[in-house]
């Protein structure tokens, strides 16, 4: 599976984004999805995940209520819809997916990545 991550750019605090992760290859279903971001400095942390089919998903704390991860079967594609965006939600934000039932939230479990999108949250 091939990841191509794209949808960032600039915007400001209480603004929108929708990132989206369009995978290659066969049996989209089959693989649980992740977000994830990075900011300077910091660790790669989880956002928000979807699992195969698409009946389960997990947040973390910091963006709930605020971002919704979704995925369009016909499209083979995932989406993070990010909303209320503050400034440290400034980050690289990648994609990633594994064969796996349910989203992981540790990024060591995610075999497949996409390259990451800048997402620049000004005040």
């Known amino acids: 599976v091939q990841l191509q991550a794209s949808g960032g750019g600039l915007v400001q605090a209480g603004g929108s984004l929708r990132l989206s992760c369009a995978a290659s290859?066969?049996?989209?279903?089959?693989?649980?999805m992740g977000w994830f971001r990075q900011a300077p400095g910091k660790e790669r942390e989880f956002v928000a995940g979807?699992?195969?089919?698409?009946?389960?998903?997990d947040y973390a704390d910091s963006v709930k209520g605020r971002f919704t991860v979704s995925r369009d079967f016909a499209k083979n594609t995932a989406y993070l819809q990010m909303n209320s965006l503050k400034p440290e939600d400034t980050a690289v934000y990648y994609c990633?997916?594994?064969?796996?039932?349910?989203?992981?939230?540790?990024?060591?479990?995610?075999?497949?990545w996409g390259q990451g999108t800048q997402v620049t949250v000004s005040s």
């Open positions: 290859g066969r049996s989209f279903s089959r693989y649980a």
């Open positions: 979807i699992s195969g089919g698409a009946i389960s998903t």
């Open positions: 990633a997916a594994d064969q796996a039932s349910r989203p992981h939230t540790n990024s060591d479990d995610y075999v497949y």
